[in-house]
């Protein structure tokens, strides 16, 4: 065998290898994607509920809670960035990294000092990478989140929420997570967590036009919007991760994808080139027999003489 | 047939059980408190405890829930708690080496918690 026919082949043979990883991982990443949306979805009542309430004791009476009253003059927010761990998908990660800087961009604009909480090793990489300060990050559970990982999450943010801007906490909370659309389609999107403003609250449980009935709260307003607020923030933030995930591996099935597909593609070149190296080999032995056949003929013909 | 309420359990990441009941009994911080059908609507904070569930088929559904909410509204109940177990699905043994555990560290978090499971399981 050429020496060219023998690194087309070694080249096949490994181009072959990755295709099988590739098209390995895209099987993976699709039933985790499936597993990660039935998990979005069997969350989604307690979330409904959750809202509900919250909206029902907002509206219902009035009390004033730092919670959901905005501050008139707010100078610090904080950002909470939901990437992955690992990569492998597509622009997952910079995707929801860039819309989280230009989200600090527009505040800082505004004239706020922004603090960033990271969850996943993408992100928290990419920003002790550019040296920038990081408040705190969680990483190790982005492929699948539980709840009680958005309470980690969620109790230094709930802390820092609670405490007065003078000593170091926010006036805001703003999440940038990635929206789980469909298979094809997944969004980095921002959205302010807290103060929470109920119009937008109603509107999200489609409760807006309904009117809801005047409760008898157990023990009272307060008590129950202070432990309800929290446990409202839980839950958004582990919906945020559970859609993060569910994007993440929707993103790494179309990488993986269309990894999968070129490979295939470069095999087939592969094989084209292959298949002229070995002919141009046989043309030339071919070639070369005919040469020194008639290179002897000439050289009986000539000693006949 | 008499009037019915329709229950809703559910844990954060989970609908733990639903079904239409009778009466509900659940503990607040404020005390336990018992919802039957037509009760005025109420939105109140649970303590971790047992809740007791009368279907309307005369069984008796009994739940260990940490920590949630009440809410009731159009003969709608609602318990939403951040973990709930029904008593069937607790396995005692697992929970009494737990609740031992958790007395050896000092845990009086995780004690509370078994001792709540164990309550939930004695009473179905």
Same mark, same amino acid.
Do not use: C
């Given at each position: 065998?050429?020496?060219?026919?023998?690194?087309?082949?070694?080249?096949?043979?490994?181009?072959?290898?990755?295709?099988?990883?590739?098209?390995?991982?895209?099987?993976?990443?699709?039933?985790?994607?499936? *597993?990660?949306?039935?998990?979005?979805?069997?969350?989604?009542?307690?979330?409904?509920?959750?809202?509900?309430?919250?909206?029902?004791?907002?509206?219902?009476?009035?009390? *004033?809670?730092?919670?959901?009253?905005?501050?008139?003059?707010?100078?610090?927010?904080?950002?909470?960035?939901?990437?992955?761990?690992?990569?492998?998908?597509?622009?997952?990660?910079?995707?929801?990294?860039?819309?989280?800087?230009?989200?600090?961009?527009?505040?800082?604009?505004?004239?706020?000092?922004?603090?960033?909480?990271?969850?996943?090793?993408?992100?928290?990489?990419?920003?002790?990478?550019?040296?920038?300060?990081?408040?705190?990050?969680?990483?190790?559970?982005?492929?699948?989140?539980?709840?009680?990982?958005?309470?980690?999450?969620?109790?230094?943010?709930?802390?820092?929420?609670?405490? @007065?801007?003078?000593?170091?906490?926010?006036?805001?909370?703003?999440?940038?997570?990635?929206?789980?659309?469909?298979?094809?389609?997944?969004?980095?999107?921002?959205?302010?967590?807290?103060?929470?403003?109920?119009?937008?609250?109603?509107?999200?449980?489609?409760?807006?036009?309904?009117?809801?009935?005047?409760?008898?709260?157990?023990?009272?307003?307060?008590?129950?919007? @202070?432990?309800?607020?929290?446990?409202?923030?839980?839950?958004?933030?582990?919906?945020?991760?559970?859609?993060?995930?569910?994007?993440?591996?929707?993103?790494?099935?179309?990488?993986?994808?269309?990894?999968?597909?070129?490979?295939?593609?470069?095999?087939?070149?592969?094989?084209?080139?292959?298949?002229?190296?070995?002919?141009?080999?046989?043309?030339?032995?071919?070639?070369?027999?005919?040469?020194?056949?008639?290179?002897?003929?000439?050289?009986?013909?000539?000693?006949?003489? | 047939?008499?009037?019915?309420?329709?229950?809703?359990?559910?844990?954060?990441?989970?609908?733990?059980?639903?079904?239409?009941? !009778?009466?509900?009994?659940?503990?607040?911080?404020?005390?336990?408190?018992?919802?039957?059908?037509?009760?005025?609507?109420?939105?109140?904070?649970?303590?971790?405890?047992?809740?007791?569930?009368? !279907?309307?088929?005369?069984? !008796?559904?009994?739940?260990?829930?940490?920590?949630?909410?009440?809410?009731?509204?159009?003969?709608?109940?609602?318990?939403?708690?951040? !973990?709930?177990?029904?008593?069937?699905?607790?396995?005692?043994?697992?929970?009494?080496?737990?609740?031992?555990?958790?007395?050896?560290?000092?845990?009086?978090?995780?004690?509370?918690?078994?001792?709540?499971?164990?309550?939930?399981?004695?009473?179905?």
């Amino acid at each position: 065998m050429g020496a060219q026919l023998r690194v087309y082949k070694r080249r096949i043979r490994s181009v072959t290898a990755t295709k099988k990883i590739t098209k390995a991982m895209e099987m993976i990443a699709a039933s985790r994607v499936v *597993k990660a949306q039935r998990k979005v979805a069997a969350s989604t009542p307690y979330a409904q509920e959750l809202t509900r309430a919250v909206t029902a004791v907002g509206t219902g009476s009035n009390t *004033k809670h730092p919670l959901t009253t905005e501050a008139e003059n707010p100078t610090r927010a904080a950002v909470l960035l939901l990437t992955s761990d690992r990569g492998l998908a597509g622009a997952f990660n910079s995707n929801a990294i860039k819309a989280a800087e230009q989200l600090t961009e527009r505040l800082e604009r505004e004239g706020r000092q922004v603090d960033t909480y990271i969850v996943g090793r993408r992100g928290l990489a990419h920003y002790n990478f550019r040296e920038r300060k990081v408040a705190e990050s969680f990483t190790g559970f982005t492929d699948e989140p539980s709840y009680a990982d958005a309470k980690q999450v969620a109790a230094p943010l709930i802390e820092a929420i609670e405490k @007065d801007t003078a000593d170091g906490g926010v006036d805001e909370l703003h999440i940038v997570y990635t929206e789980f659309v469909s298979m094809m389609t997944q969004t980095a999107v921002d959205s302010r967590l807290l103060p929470l403003s109920l119009d937008e609250v109603a509107e999200e449980s489609g409760t807006k036009d309904e009117i809801l009935p005047l409760y008898d709260f157990e023990p009272s307003a307060e008590d129950v919007l @202070d432990a309800l607020l929290p446990r409202y923030v839980e839950s958004r933030i582990y919906n945020a991760l559970l859609q993060s995930a569910a994007s993440k591996h929707a993103a790494t099935r179309r990488a993986m994808k269309s990894a999968t597909d070129n490979a295939g593609e470069l095999i087939n070149t592969l094989s084209r080139l292959a298949n002229a190296a070995r002919q141009a080999e046989i043309t030339q032995e071919i070639s070369e027999i005919v040469g020194g056949a008639s290179a002897l003929a000439d050289a009986t013909a000539g000693s006949d003489n | 047939m008499a009037a019915e309420l329709h229950v809703a359990l559910v844990a954060a990441d989970r609908e733990v059980w639903s079904g239409e009941a !009778t009466l509900v009994v659940a503990r607040t911080t404020s005390g336990d408190i018992g919802v039957m059908p037509g009760h005025q609507p109420l939105l109140g904070v649970l303590e971790s405890g047992p809740v007791t569930i009368r !279907t309307s088929d005369g069984g !008796t559904v009994v739940a260990a829930v940490h920590g949630g909410f009440i809410s009731f509204a159009d003969n709608k109940l609602s318990l939403l708690a951040e !973990t709930a177990e029904l008593a069937d699905e607790i396995d005692v043994h697992h929970v009494e080496r737990e609740l031992e555990r958790a007395k050896a560290e000092g845990d009086a978090h995780a004690e509370r918690r078994a001792d709540v499971r164990l309550r939930a399981a004695a009473g179905r």
